[in-house]
C-alpha cells in the first residue's frame, strides 16, 4: 500500500531510504538542517577546492548499485567509481610504510618485509574472517534484530566466531608482530569503535575489503551525494533544505492504553509551527539525538533519558581540510594513508576510557588529487587530515583547545611527511567535537553514535524500528546494524522492507 513517509536527515542512510522507498511506489518527503545534502557527507567548498566532509572510504559499492536498480536506472549514469590501489598506506611511528589490497601474493610479499613468519598466520586470519564475513555480513546486516529471539537464533554462531573476543585479540591470535597487529585490527577505528573493546565481528571489514575493493567517486564523494539527489528528484521525491525538524509528533489518540507495537507518531513540526503528517517517519538523524531532543520524554517507556544516557558513544573527531598552491607527487603519500603514532593501545585508553586529549595523536591523511586532480585547482592539492579524540563527555573546551591541536597536527605533517606545509597553504577549515554536536546534532559529539561493542550490536542496538513507535523508523550509525558505508546501506535497505511489510 502507498504510504507518505518523512525522512529526517540526508545522510547515505536517509538517502538510500529515500530512493528506495520511492522506487517501491511511496510518496517521500526529506527535510534537512543545512543548505546541501550529505549529513556527515557535507562537501565544503573554498576559492576552488573541493573538500569531502566524509567518509571518503567506498567499499561494498554494489550496495549504491542496488539502489539505482532498484528504480531501474543505472548508476554508471550518476557517478563513476574508480578503485584504489593500494587501499591504504600505513606508515608505522618511523614513517616506514605498508601497502595493503587485494593481492593475496602482494600483501604476503608486504608482510615478509616486516616478519616472514607471520604470512602463514595472515592466511590462517584471511579464512577465518571469511566465515566471519559471511555470517555478519552476507547473512545477517541486512536483516531487522527486532526481537530477542533473532539473537539467540544466531548466539551459538557468533559464540564459535569468538565474537567474546576484541578485534585486536582476535587479530593477535594469528600475527606476532606488533605493527601487523595494528595494520589487521585498526578497521573499527573507521566506524567508530576501540579495536580492545570492539567485538571481533568487526573484523569482517579487513574481508570485505578484500572481497570487493576499496573505491573512490570521480568527484569526490560529493558526486555520489549528487546523484542519488537527482535519483529522488526524478523519482518524484521533494527535498526540503534548510529546514530543521524541530518535534516528531506522537498520536496520542489511544495514547493511554496503547501496548507495545500500537504507539504510532503521525509526523513532524517545524519550528515555525508547520505541521506535515505522515504514514511513517525515517529519522536518519542521531539516535539518541532523535529520542532526546525531538520526543518528549512522556512518550518514551523504553528510550528515557536515562536509557539514553547510560549507553557508551563513540569517539568524536577533529578533522582539518587544507589545500597547498604546489603538488606532492613527490612525497611517500598516496590516496588513503594512515599514520600511527608510536603509542596503540594507550593513546586509544586516553581517547575512549580516559577521555583525555593527548599530545600525541595517530593520523587518517586523505588525499583525493592523488586520484582526481579536479578536487582542487591546478597545481594545487587537496588534503584532510583526520585525529580521533574524545567525544564532549571529556569535558574538553575545544573553543580553547582546537587551535593548539590543529598547530600540533600541521607541524607534524609538515615535519615528517608535507615538506613546506605551511608556506604552500592556501585554504583551512576544520571541525571539531563541537560541529559534531551543534551542527549534525550528535549526542556528545560523537562522530559515530553508539559505540559498537559487543552489548551495543545487533539486536542490543537501537532497532530500526523504534521500540516506542511501530511507525517511526532508524537508518544510519546509531542503529542496526552501525557505522561505515555497508552498514548504513544495510539500515536503509532493512527499513524499507520494514515499511513496505507493514
Not at 576552488?48 to 531501474?72: L, Q, S
Not at 575545544?398 to 600540533?408: E, L, M, N, S, V
Not at 559498537?452 to 542490543?460: G, H, R, V
Amino acid at each position: 500500500m502507498k504510504k507518505r513517509i518523512i525522512v529526517i536527515g540526508s545522510g547515505f542512510g536517509a538517502l538510500g531510504a529515500a530512493a528506495r522507498l520511492l522506487a517501491a511506489g511511496h510518496d517521500v518527503v526529506m527535510f534537512e538542517k543545512r543548505d546541501k545534502l550529505g549529513g556527515r557527507a557535507y562537501v565544503y567548498e573554498l576559492d576552488g577546492f573541493k573538500f569531502d566532509g566524509g567518509p571518503t572510504i567506498v567499499t561494498a559499492p554494489f550496495m549504491f548499485d542496488d539502489i539505482f536498480a532498484a528504480a531501474g536506472r543505472r548508476r554508471e549514469d550518476y557517478f563513476e567509481l574508480v578503485k584504489c590501489d593500494p587501499f591504504y598506506r600505513i606508515f608505522d611511528h618511523q614513517g616506514r610504510p605498508f601497502d595493503y589490497n587485494d593481492d593475496e601474493m602482494f600483501i604476503l610479499r608486504e608482510i615478509h618485509e616486516r616478519n616472514p613468519a607471520d604470512k602463514e598466520g595472515y592466511l590462517r586470519f584471511i579464512r577465518a574472517t571469511k566465515a566471519i564475513f559471511q555470517k555478519g555480513f552476507v547473512e545477517l546486516a541486512d536483516k531487522p534484530f527486532l526481537s530477542v529471539w533473532d539473537m539467540i537464533k544466531v548466539a551459538p554462531d557468533l559464540i564459535r566466531l569468538q565474537s567474546y573476543k576484541s578485534v585486536y585479540q582476535y587479530a593477535s591470535s594469528f600475527v606476532e608482530d606488533e605493527f601487523l597487529r595494528r595494520v589487521f585490527s585498526f578497521h573499527p577505528l573507521l566506524v567508530g569503535g576501540n579495536p580492545f573493546d570492539t567485538t571481533s565481528i568487526y573484523a569482517m571489514i579487513h574481508y570485505l575489503e578484500r572481497e570487493w575493493g576499496v573505491w573512490y567517486a570521480m568527484g569526490g564523494t560529493g558526486a555520489i551525494v549528487e546523484g542519488l539527489r537527482r535519483l529522488i528528484l526524478e523519482l518524484g521525491g521533494e527535498i526540503h533544505l534548510n529546514t530543521e525538524v524541530e518535534q516528531i509528533l506522537v498520536d496520542t489518540r489511544g495514547e493511554k492504553g496503547a501496548g507495545k507495537g500500537e504507539r504510532r507518531v503521525k509526523g513532524v513540526r517545524l519550528p515555525d509551527g508547520t505541521v506535515h503528517l505522515a504514514d511513517a517517519v525515517v529519522s536518519n538523524a542521531d539516535v539518541a539525538y532523535t529520542y532526546r531532543e525531538m520526543i518528549p520524554e512522556r512518550y518514551r517507556r523504553k528510550y528515557t533519558n536515562k536509557k539514553i544516557d547510560s549507553m557508551r558513544y563513540a569517539m568524536s573527531l577533529f578533522v582539518i581540510y587544507f589545500g597547498t598552491k604546489r603538488r606532492y607527487l613527490d612525497t611517500p603519500l598516496k590516496h588513503h594513508n594512515i599514520i600511527l603514532g608510536e603509542r596503540y593501545k594507550e593513546l586509544l585508553e586516553d581517547i575512549f576510557r580516559n577521555k583525555v586529549v593527548a599530545e600525541d595523536f595517530s593520523l587518517y591523511l586523505h588525499m583525493p588529487t592523488y586520484t582526481d586532480p579536479s578536487m582542487a585547482p591546478p597545481g594545487c592539492e587537496s588534503f584532510y587530515v583526520l585525529s580521533p579524540v574524545p567525544h564532549l563527555g571529556s569535558g574538553t573546551d575545544w573553543r580553547t583547545a582546537a587551535k593548539p591541536y590543529r598547530d600540533a597536527i600541521m607541524r607534524f605533517l609538515e615535519d615528517h611527511y608535507l615538506p613546506g606545509l605551511q608556506d604552500n597553504l592556501v585554504v583551512e577549515h576544520y571541525i571539531d567535537p563541537l560541529h559534531f554536536k551543534e551542527v549534525l546534532n550528535s549526542h556528545l559529539g560523537s562522530a559515530f553514535s553508539v559505540e559498537p561493542i559487543l552489548t551495543q550490536s545487533a539486536w542490543f542496538r537501537p532497532h530500526n524500528r523504534s521500540e516506542d513507535f511501530a511507525n517511526l523508523y532508524f537508518v544510519g550509525a546509531g542503529t542496526h546494524p552501525g557505522a561505515g558505508l555497508p552498514g548504513v546501506l544495510s539500515s536503509a535497505k532493512i527499513v524499507e522492507n520494514l515499511i513496505g511489510a507493514a
